[in-house]
């Protein structure tokens, strides 16, 4: 239990879990370039203690792996995981009321404790002092990625109703008044844009506290999907092993544990330019109009040290957190949604584009036709649940007379792809919401998803090899096997959706006449196929972060039976589009700049 983030870093250091970066590093690109190459090489987490331009350390890759995380929170785990089974189960508590009554205390020691002195023990600073981390070469400006995001319902206002969310937060850079205003990006729906919402009906700006550091328990309650009843700061007491100390100054909440606080005001309909920013879908959330915070103070600890992460293609550190909170939450998606034995949000596809979900299919055994029905009840529920909401893709099927698990990537979509019907077992939703951090799609906030659903007896054998007839096509090349029953296809360049539709539509025809092609259900067309089939992560990450369903996805032999659309074969559109935001790359000058630190005699010698 770490009453400090030092604390913390002190213990992962002792048990060699966490590395000191000595020499003087640029938080313009060279901490985040060494952050990616120490967590790529599966490395410890690291302590800058030379930050150019501030007098703070910084530390990264805290989470880096589930075995440090789990690590971290060793002597809380276990109760943490009986109180969130306990608020998922609630009857469970009343059958066995004994096994619960530990949970139960645990739950109300970890309540919030207010006390006197605000901010007693912080020195006033100013924006500038902090790192000013700029992550990837197109970033906009420095950012903070690991704030604690505190608001209050302006309608029930206190600690209990309030909302402590992970909202990216930029500091310089865009039209942004040095250290006066600084910029947050979160979306209407989440608890943050709850609580503006009703500020703005009330005619008061919404205040805002930003906490970072503290605890590490309290990083990732701000990220916590929790069952409802359980507030995030209770969480973060019950995880530190350590209740959550409180107080206010001028108004606004200060957290006693952290090591910096931003305090300041969101104001009605004040927005301005927000990002580039290299984002966790392996490409760069561009520039727009997010609301704009108007700074009041910022404080820091004496020896505060500044926590930070780097998101990017996956995986990446945050992958380690959604594996953490997996294993946290255990099954609270079964509670919330009856019928589901199983959702996956898988990672290597961005997280949010792709979901894999076992269900439960009861209504079969009482009709003549096995085809999914209770299964598109419970995809409905999916796609309408939290942040499951922002899926594009969702591959649902039902656990019959096999064991399944999604999270066997390819033996599932194998199962998916055995079994589908593409005639009848595809669901379009078209002209609805996305992830804003997605560029797939018609605009901003804006696109569609799909649900390919199965169940029942294998309808075909899968293809182990090129089938002929999407060899020699003129125009699309370099045929490759990516996975039983699913190709990939080059194709040409393109300007916009009225070209790619007339190309799709000849490669759909050319195939076509070739003759039935069931054994391959699943045909991707990609800028580069050899790079498409040279491992299960790239075929995920192009495919499903570089389509749209609703405009990319076109059929062999397609065709409408009463406003429902299907095919012999589906073809998806994963060629980079006009309109969609760049993919992170790194800057080659910084990557040979940074070698000094893994040479003979750097802090990090050995660890590549």
Not at 74 to 84: A, D, G, H, K, Y
Not at 188 to 195: E, L, N, S, T
Not at 275 to 287: A, I, K, M, R, T
Not at 382 to 411: D, H, M
């Amino acid at each position: 239990m770490y009453p400090t983030l030092e604390a913390c870093i002190n213990d992962l250091e002792r048990n060699g879990h966490l590395v000191r970066v000595q020499e003087e590093v640029d938080p313009e690109l060279e901490i985040a370039a060494i952050h990616l190459r120490v967590f790529n090489a599966g490395g410890p987490a690291l302590l800058f203690e030379n930050l150019k331009g501030t007098r703070y350390r910084a530390v990264s890759n805290l989470f880096g792996t589930l075995e440090r995380s789990k690590f971290i929170f060793r002597q809380t785990w276990e109760s943490t995981q009986r109180v969130i089974g306990m608020r998922n189960d609630p009857m469970r508590a009343l059958r066995q009321p004994i096994q619960h009554i530990s949970a139960a205390i645990a739950a109300t020691k970890a309540l919030p404790l207010k006390r006197g002195g605000g901010v007693s023990g912080f020195k006033e600073i100013a924006i500038t002092d902090l790192p000013m981390i700029k992550h990837w070469p197109m970033d906009g400006g420095a950012f903070v990625t690991l704030p604690q995001v505190y608001t209050e319902d302006p309608d029930n206002p206190g600690i209990m109703n309030a909302n402590l969310g992970m909202y990216r937060v930029q500091l310089t850079g865009n039209d942004y008044l040095l250290n006066k205003e600084i910029g947050l990006h979160y979306q209407i729906h989440r608890g943050i844009g709850v609580h503006q919402h009703k500020a703005n009906r009330k005619g008061e700006p919404l205040k805002v506290s930003i906490f970072v550091g503290g605890p590490p328990a309290h990083s990732l309650a701000a990220i916590m999907p929790l069952p409802e009843g359980l507030s995030e700061l209770t969480f973060a007491g019950l995880l530190a092993g350590r209740r959550f100390r409180y107080g206010y100054s001028d108004g606004f909440c200060i957290s006693q544990d952290a090591d910096f606080v931003i305090t300041g005001e969101i104001h009605l309909n004040e927005t301005k330019p927000e990002g580039p920013f290299g984002d966790h879908l392996g490409y760069y959330s561009l520039e727009h109009l997010f609301p704009l915070m108007r700074v009041k103070k910022v404080y820091a600890k004496h020896n505060a040290i500044w926590p930070f992460t780097v998101v990017g293609r996956p995986p990446q550190e945050d992958t380690a957190f959604g594996a953490l909170i997996h294993e946290l939450t255990g099954d609270a998606v079964k509670q919330e949604i009856p019928g589901v034995k199983e959702v996956h949000a898988v990672d290597a596809a961005g997280v949010h584009p792709l979901l894999f979900a076992i269900g439960t299919e009861r209504y079969t055994p009482y009709t003549s036709v096995q085809q999914p029905s209770e299964l598109l009840t419970i995809a409905n529920r999916i796609l309408g649940t939290g942040q499951l909401s922002l899926a594009k893709y969702l591959f649902i099927t039902a656990e019959e007379r096999q064991p399944l698990s999604t999270y066997r990537e390819a033996e599932f979509l194998a199962y998916v792809l055995e079994r589908i019907d593409l005639r009848r077992d595809l669901h379009f939703h078209t002209n609805t919401t996305m992830d804003t951090l997605d560029y797939s799609g018609t605009g901003l906030n804006r696109g569609s998803k799909v649900v390919f659903a199965a169940c029942g007896d294998k309808k075909r054998e899968l293809c182990n090899e090129v089938p002929e007839q999407l060899k020699g096509l003129r125009d699309y090349g370099n045929p490759r096997l990516i996975l039983p029953g699913v190709v990939s296809l080059e194709g040409p360049s393109f300007s916009n959706y009225t070209d790619a539709n007339k190309q799709l539509r000849e490669l759909s025809e050319a195939i076509g006449a070739r003759g039935a092609m069931l054994e391959c259900p699943l045909i991707v067309l990609c800028d580069d196929s050899a790079f498409v089939g040279a491992s299960l992560a790239n075929f995920l990450w192009t495919t499903f972060t570089r389509s749209n369903p609703s405009h990319d996805i076109y059929g062999v032999n397609d065709g409408f039976v009463f406003k429902h659309w299907g095919c012999d074969n589906v073809i998806i559109d994963a060629r980079t589009k006009p309109h969609h935001a760049p993919p992170l790359v790194s800057d080659p000058s910084i990557e040979k700049r940074i070698n000094r630190l893994f040479a003979t005699g750097g802090s990090l010698n050995g660890v590549q």
